[in-house]
């Protein structure tokens, strides 16, 4: 099963009043399905590239800062 295919199954599922016990069903075998695929991809190493295109809403944005901050007042 492709990504593509997985997502479409995703944005067609939904509760229904008839059959509630479909929607957990069809849920946990998209699940299993994204765990197969997670299993067999090599893990992506994250590189300055894809950190960038991972989060860019934070690109701009101050450091937070680590750990605690002596000497300075809050």
Do not use: Y
């Not at 075998?29 to 190493?45: C, G, H, S, T």
């Not at 590239?49 to 809050?74: D, E």
């Amino acid at each position: 099963m492709t990504l593509s295919e997985l997502a479409r199954r995703v944005e067609k599922l939904r509760p229904s009043h008839r059959d509630p016990e479909n929607f957990f069903i069809e849920r946990a075998e998209i699940a299993f399905a994204l765990r197969q695929i997670a299993k067999n991809d090599p893990p992506v190493r994250e590189t300055k590239a894809t950190a960038t295109t991972l989060a860019p809403r934070w690109k701009n944005a101050p450091a937070a800062p680590c750990g605690p901050q002596r000497g300075k007042a809050r």
